[in-house]
């Protein structure tokens, strides 16, 4: 049985679009599915638990949306030795996918998750924080996570009315440069305590921090271009203690992987991070964004089977 977990929001209609492609396709080669349609409410965990509940053995699930619906979908599967993850990609940055090994046909794709051709083990990374309220949550994630200037692009992206507008003819990634640009000078800076590996150093005027598991965030913006998302290492890019002005000139070379080396980047690969800032920043994890954060810790916690 597969089942599959639909957001027919996801770039403003391809996933239904997709989903609706997908569907004859189970039904000529007849195989047995379920298909669970999601809302802008919270991913369904009661249902995932329910599938895992009745399976007895692995459990087949097929995500058709973006980073964010994967996002949401790894935080409700209470079994990860049993679960095999597909993702057939239909977001607008799609960065968990991104120079992975998927056919072009979807057909191809569907025969790769039936007959679990091209699998492999994905590093899944956990973040915990605490609000202003107090309450600590965590949080799985698989693409990264961060703290500061890029997270802020996320929240504000997640929110435009361009970015619908842009996804309908596939141009919903510039709506995070734009954003981006327009970031720099309304950024909000602020000293850091970073402890990577037990190792703490003071930051002073930070952009940002990116957690990632995988080199690129945004939509390809390869943040860290050496990544793998199955090294059991995560790798992270401060950038840091440099004037607006300098920033506007730095950051659009990420777009290109020309950072490394320029003032204010630093590369740095660990095990565990643990990040307190002087004052309230906006946090995401795989895209989905939230403010009121002073800090967090995040390490890797173990794999998820991917099937591309």
């Not at 995560?234 to 992987?257: E, H, N, Q, R, W």
């Amino acid at each position: 049985m597969l089942y599959f977990f639909v957001n027919p929001a996801s770039r403003s209609g391809k996933g239904a679009e997709k989903w609706y492609q997908v569907q004859p396709i189970l039904t000529e080669k007849q195989v047995p599915y379920q298909v669970h349609f999601l809302s802008n409410e919270p991913f369904p965990r009661a249902i995932m638990e329910d599938i895992f509940a009745k399976e007895e053995g692995t459990v087949s699930i097929i995500i058709i949306g973006g980073d964010g619906t994967i996002n949401q979908c790894v935080n409700t599967i209470p079994d990860f030795t049993r679960a095999e993850l597909s993702v057939l990609p239909t977001g607008s940055g799609n960065d968990f996918c991104r120079n992975k090994e998927i056919p072009k046909s979807l057909e191809e794709q569907i025969d790769n998750i039936i007959n679990k051709k091209n699998t492999r083990m994905v590093d899944r990374g956990v973040i915990t924080y605490t609000l202003t309220t107090k309450e600590t949550i965590s949080r799985s994630f698989v693409v990264s996570t961060g703290f500061g200037y890029d997270a802020a692009i996320c929240h504000l992206a997640e929110r435009s009315k361009l970015k619908k507008v842009l996804n309908k003819i596939k141009l919903g990634k510039l709506v995070y440069l734009a954003i981006g640009i327009k970031e720099i000078f309304g950024a909000k800076l602020t000293d850091m305590e970073i402890t990577i590996d037990g190792v703490t150093k003071q930051y002073k005027k930070v952009f940002f921090i990116a957690t990632m598991n995988q080199p690129f965030e945004g939509g390809g913006v390869a943040m860290t271009p050496s990544a793998s998302d199955c090294d059991e290492t995560l790798d992270f890019l401060i950038f840091s203690g440099v004037s607006k002005f300098k920033a506007l000139c730095t950051i659009p070379l990420l777009y290109v992987k020309k950072h490394a080396g320029k003032p204010g980047v630093t590369l740095l690969t660990g095990k565990t991070v643990s990040v307190t800032s002087s004052s309230e920043r906006i946090l995401h994890f795989d895209g989905d964004s939230l403010e009121g954060c002073t800090g967090f810790d995040a390490k890797l916690d173990g794999k998820v089977n991917v099937i591309f």
